[in-house]
């Protein structure tokens, strides 16, 4: 970036980036989080910031850092069949099945439903989604105009209303933190480690990351060094108002407990917070956090999906498949936030290894000299027990968990895929490989 203004842009920049990861799963998943660790929430925080905040923050490091232009080229590195399929998958992940979806969802049931009661029939979510869809596609239509909207005007917004609720249950907290549930009398740091999963902010970063670098180019980075330290700068931005966010949330659920009780999800936990301190307008507020939230969240998506797919299929215009993806996620996000939720699952845990283990190898690109070899093994190994750790499968389980390190709280994956890079690497030096994956660093 130019000097001049270089702090200012950093922010406005960065604020952008906060915004864009700040949808839907960031407002349920840490408030849930906080109700069910309790006493054991800062280990359980802890597990969820490294997914939720860590993560993301080093994938965008990452493709600054391999100098790609996109994720495909950076997958492509594996193989290229694999570069398409990979980045595919992560799109519509994070995209129209199920993130984009989630944010119409979610809003509604949180910032709509209380107000309408819930004997209203389909009419409300039908004619909120059309009106949220609308907003969406609009902006969606305007990409030029995306950091000023985003970082000028919804992100100041996100951040005061929230802000306020947030005061009020750390200075004024509801009762005191009471036992953990079950699930996190034990290993809270990993269960909290998986549910960061669910924000899909990682895979989200991979996205989100070409719009961020292009930005930085525009407002003129131009050696790759100035680029890679300016997206430390502006992602760290980010990550910081992420993790006092998550953390406060979580706070906010885990100190709830005892006047609330423990409720089914955290939009319900939200609501009621909100009511508790301020009445009517307490759901008010909350409306328009979570309202703004997903809609930044959503705007961000249909963009960076519709612009990947018109680049590899360049018959159909990026305004043709906005619109496509805008009809789509509106239709899925009928079916209901648990089902869209419980679909998710399974798919995020097999995605979000691939993707934890290319960042890693991405890192570590120059140090084995991109040998090819050393990515396919490696990732066909974390696929693989990605895929294993999904199945119904009880016997396989218990044999996988008596021989693999971390595999009972879903870091199975982790010893499999060092040893296949060591594999690849011996492989590639046996064969005499000398390099089939360039070295840019």
């Known amino acids: 970036m130019s000097s001049k203004g270089n702090t200012t842009n950093l922010f406005a920049v960065g604020f952008m980036l906060f915004a864009l990861f700040f949808g839907a799963g960031n407002l349920i998943f840490p408030v849930m989080l906080g109700q069910m660790a309790g006493e054991n929430i800062f280990a359980a925080n802890a597990g969820f910031i490294v997914t939720g905040v860590g993560l993301p923050v080093l994938c965008i490091v990452a493709l600054a850092f391999s100098r790609k232009s996109d994720l495909q080229s950076l997958a492509s590195r594996v193989h290229p069949v694999y570069g398409l399929l990979f980045t595919i998958a992560l799109y519509l992940s994070i995209g129209p099945l199920f993130a984009i979806p989630r944010t119409n969802t979610v809003s509604f049931e949180i910032g709509i439903r209380p107000f309408i009661g819930d004997a209203t029939g389909f009419w409300p979510l039908f004619l909120y989604t059309i009106i949220f869809f609308g907003i969406t596609l ?30 009020a249950a750390i200075f004024n907290p509801i009762g005191q933190i009471q036992a953990p549930i079950n699930t996190y009398m034990n290993d809270s740091f990993f269960k909290g480690f998986q549910e960061g999963y669910l924000t899909m902010d990682a895979l ?10 292009n930005i930085i180019k525009e407002r003129g980075a131009a050696s790759s060094k100035e680029i890679m330290v300016s997206s430390l700068k502006v992602a760290l931005i980010a990550g ?63 963009t960076s999906c519709a ?84 199945l119904p499968v009880q016997g396989v389980h218990e044999l996988f968990n008596a021989i693999l390190p971390w595999y009972s709280v879903g870091l199975g994956w982790l010893i499999p895929a060092m040893v296949g890079g060591v594999i690849g690497y011996l492989f590639s030096m046996i064969i005499g490989e000398q390099r089939t994956a360039p070295v840019e660093n």
Request: overall charge positive.
């Open 307 to 390: 612009a990947y797919f018109n680049k590899i299929v360049p018959s159909i215009s990026y305004k043709v498949w906005a619109v496509v993806f805008t009809v789509f996620s509106a239709v899925i996000s009928n079916f209901g936030l648990s089902t869209l939720i419980a679909i998710s699952i399974p798919v995020l845990y097999t995605l979000y290894p691939l993707a934890i283990c290319l960042m890693i190898l991405t890192f570590l690109h120059p140090l084995f000299k991109g040998k090819k070899a050393v990515y396919q093994v490696s990732i066909a190994f974390t696929l693989i027990v990605s895929v294993i750790e999904r």
């Open 138 to 167: 609009y902006f969606s239509l305007q990409s030029s105009s995306l950091v000023n909207v985003i970082g000028k005007f919804l992100t100041p917004l996100l951040l005061a209303v929230i802000g306020i609720l947030i005061i």
């Open 204 to 213: 989200a970063a991979f996205v989100f990351g070409i719009i961020i670098i």
């Open 240 to 302: 910081v108002l992420l993790a006092l966010i998550y953390s406060s949330l979580a706070f906010m659920g885990a100190t709830s407990v005892a006047g609330l009780g423990i409720l089914d999800n955290g939009g319900a936990v939200l609501a009621s917070v909100s009511e508790h301190y301020f009445g009517s307008f307490g759901q008010v507020l909350l409306a328009v956090i979570v309202i703004a939230a997903c809609l930044t969240t959503s705007i961000g998506l249909i």
